[in-house]
């Protein structure tokens, strides 16, 4: 099982796609542990059963368990807190900022990974989820841990691409 499925699975009309797909596994500024921790993170969040199964299969030639863990344990905690912080943020009332989440978050402290690698996962899954209070606070933690500009902006690449491969499949799947 390889990202070349994912790619033969597109339909002709996503060639961008399976491009950029090839693309972001080759060429990315992160480290291998980075690159796939962010595939295996952003394929759960994207939640397409081939791209998740795929990627899995393959993440674990790279990845330690421990890794396989965190990244799918980033998703995970990022599915609860981007509709929590994201849900605050939009409705747009101060007093709501000021409330206490209470919601259990222990990986965020002990991932089970380097810290900066956990948060940039964090970071793409927020990319595909949509929060932008997760996205800003995700970001200054990476920059100030020492992640560059690229290492985000790999990172937010592979999000975007892996979205699009799984809308995509998702898309040809309730067609057929």
């Not at 992160?30 to 595939?39: D, H, I, N, P, S």
């Not at 609860?80 to 605050?88: L, T």
């Not at 990319?127 to 690229?150: P, Q, Y």
């Not at 290492?151 to 057929?176: F, K, M, N, P, Y």
């Amino acid at each position: 099982m390889t990202i070349e499925a994912i790619k033969e699975a597109l339909p002709a009309y996503a060639k961008d796609t399976k491009l950029n797909l090839g693309s972001v596994t080759t060429t990315s500024s992160l480290t291998e542990q980075q690159l796939w921790g962010t595939l295996l993170a952003t394929a759960v969040a994207a939640r397409n059963p081939l791209v998740l199964r795929e990627i899995a299969d393959e993440a674990v030639k790279h990845l330690s368990a421990e890794a396989i863990e965190s990244a799918k344990g980033a998703a995970s905690i990022m599915a609860m807190n981007n509709v929590y912080y994201r849900a605050k943020h939009l409705i747009g009332e101060d007093a709501y900022q000021s409330l206490p989440a209470r919601l259990r978050m222990q990986i965020i402290g002990k991932p089970g990974v380097e810290k900066v690698d956990f948060e940039l996962w964090c970071l793409a899954v927020s990319a595909i989820t949509g929060c932008g209070v997760c996205l800003e606070s995700h970001e200054k933690t990476v920059a100030s841990a020492g992640a560059s500009r690229d290492h985000v902006h790999d990172a937010l690449r592979v999000a975007s691409v892996i979205h699009a491969a799984a809308v995509t499949l998702d898309a040809e799947a309730a067609l057929s």
